[in-house]
């Protein structure tokens, strides 16, 4: 069974970091592309970042650019979302998610329960 | 980076067809497959459709997808009560990104 479980969320000062992990069980973590999406409170959803299976390719939405930065470590079935210069804006929960294929295609089959990040003073 | 197109509600009673539509440009549902997700109240979302009209297994044979140029569609036949939820489509980007529509929020009369 696949299981995605974050962490690191909570509450961090405007132009603070904040460091979200993924942990991934229940399938070759390496073959699958994975993402992070997020969810303002009241707001629909917004995907943030995407990265290979390798790890070899990421992307990211224009709103994160500069500020965010994926990466796993595929030796140990982690995903990563380094979250820096957080603005007010940033605050959602942030979802991992599973891709169906190696490369990101938003064929995402597998969600992780979210985590909360709160950007205020 | 654009955003798909959703209407913001829609209704129906038990047993009715409901229709979602999506609008999007050529350069994401235009080019690429489109994904339906389904989110129940206070949970994460779940895949509904995949590849303009697929459905995985255990999705029950009430929804479908379809596509059409730079729109396209979710049908949710023989509505029921557990089918109120928010439903998003998605697409990938040329631009390299992935986009969600804006949600539709689906309520059973």
């Known amino acids: 069974e696949v299981q995605l479980l974050e962490s690191g969320g909570g509450l961090v000062q405007p132009g603070g970091s904040l460091r979200l992990s993924c942990a991934a069980s229940g399938f070759t973590f390496s073959s699958y592309a994975m993402s992070w999406v997020r969810q303002a409170p009241g707001k629909g959803l917004e995907w943030v970042s995407a990265?290979?299976?390798?790890?070899?390719?990421?992307y990211y939405a224009d709103s994160v650019k500069g500020r965010f930065t994926i990466s796993r470590d595929n030796s140990k079935n982690m995903l990563y979302l380094q979250m820096n210069n957080l603005r007010a804006e940033d605050t959602a929960v942030y979802y991992c998610a599973k891709d169906r294929v190696v490369t990101p295609t938003g064929w995402f089959d597998s969600w992780g329960q979210g985590t909360l990040v709160t950007v205020s003073s | 980076q654009s955003v798909l197109t959703q209407p913001p509600s829609a209704s129906g009673t038990p047993g009715q067809r409901v229709t979602i539509s999506c609008s999007g440009s050529?350069?994401?549902?235009?080019?690429?497959?489109v994904y339906w997700y389904q989110q129940l109240p206070g949970t994460a979302p779940e895949l509904l459709i995949y590849r303009n009209n697929q459905r995985p297994s255990g999705v029950p044979d009430r929804f479908s997808g379809s596509k059409s140029g730079t729109s396209a569609s979710l049908a949710i036949s023989g509505l029921r009560s557990e089918d109120e939820a928010d439903y998003y489509c998605a697409a990938w980007d040329d631009s390299l990104s992935y986009v969600f529509g804006t949600g539709t929020k689906v309520t059973v009369l």
């Open positions: 990265i290979s299976g390798s790890g070899g390719s990421t």
């Open positions: 050529s350069s994401n549902i235009g080019t690429n497959y």
